[in-house]
């Protein structure tokens, strides 16, 4: 089945240190892969996504990820954590299905920032 | 330039009732997808509209359906509620243009929380 695996249910991380978010996918040959931020109580904001070309891709509040197809992953980094960074993230990936797509969410991964 | 918007954004329900929550999508796009998000879980997919017609669903019961109107905007409907369908339900709209699909994919609202006892 095509999905998204989050392995870290929780991290925690000092604030000004840096970060990486793991995610695993299973999809095709052309996976279709986002990253979601969701503070408390809110929608999900789209942090960036990767459809094809350059690996290393670029997003919004500094957020960077790396596809990495011999390794199934995309995982989230950032180079130094602020506060208002802490929330919960989401990796996803598209799918077709009858020829209509839609996106499917990993479970999470919470992000606990310390001064 | 309006995203999506659902309402209401809080709602509390008993166990037994129907319940119907609402999105309007935003300007442009032309698909909804309904989502649930249990506390501590990712969102679950429930279904989807295009066309005011249900295209996919997820593994939901038939208690829940929607219903898409020709403005694009689109109502999810509960029925017989559980305590268990206690939950933030999402709306994220989409458009079927693949070029634009590509640059923005979904866009999300801020939820419906639904509380059931």
């Known amino acids: 089945a095509q999905s998204v695996t989050q392995p870290d249910i929780h991290i925690t991380v000092s604030e000004g240190a840096s970060l990486e978010l793991r995610c695993n996918y299973s999809y095709g040959a052309t996976p279709y892969l986002f990253w979601y931020v969701q503070s408390p109580g809110q929608g999900l904001q789209l942090l960036l996504k990767y459809f094809s070309g350059d690996t290393l891709v670029q997003g919004i509040k500094g957020f960077e990820a790396e596809f990495k197809r011999s390794q199934s992953s995309f995982n989230l980094r950032k180079p130094s954590v602020h506060w208002s960074d802490a929330a919960e993230y989401f990796c996803a990936g598209r799918s077709y299905s009858g020829g209509y797509q839609k996106v499917t969410f990993g479970t999470g991964t919470k992000l606990q920032v310390i001064p | 330039d309006a995203g999506v918007t659902q309402s209401p954004t809080h709602l509390i329900k008993t166990r037994g009732q129907q319940v119907t929550l609402r999105c309007s999508p935003k300007s442009g796009h032309d698909t909804v997808s309904w989502y649930q998000q249990a506390l501590g879980q990712g969102p679950q997919f429930i279904f989807q509209y295009y066309e005011e017609e249900e295209r996919q669903r997820g593994n939901f019961p038939d208690r829940f359906s929607g219903h898409q109107f020709p403005n694009y905007s689109s109502e999810l409907n509960v029925n017989a509620l559980l305590l268990g369908d206690s939950a933030l339900y999402l709306c994220?709209?989409?458009?079927?243009?693949?070029?634009?699909?590509?640059?923005?994919?979904?866009?999300f609202g801020s939820g419906t929380r639904l509380t059931v006892v």
């Open positions: 994220a709209s989409s458009t079927t243009v693949a070029i634009e699909w590509a640059r923005y994919g979904y866009t």
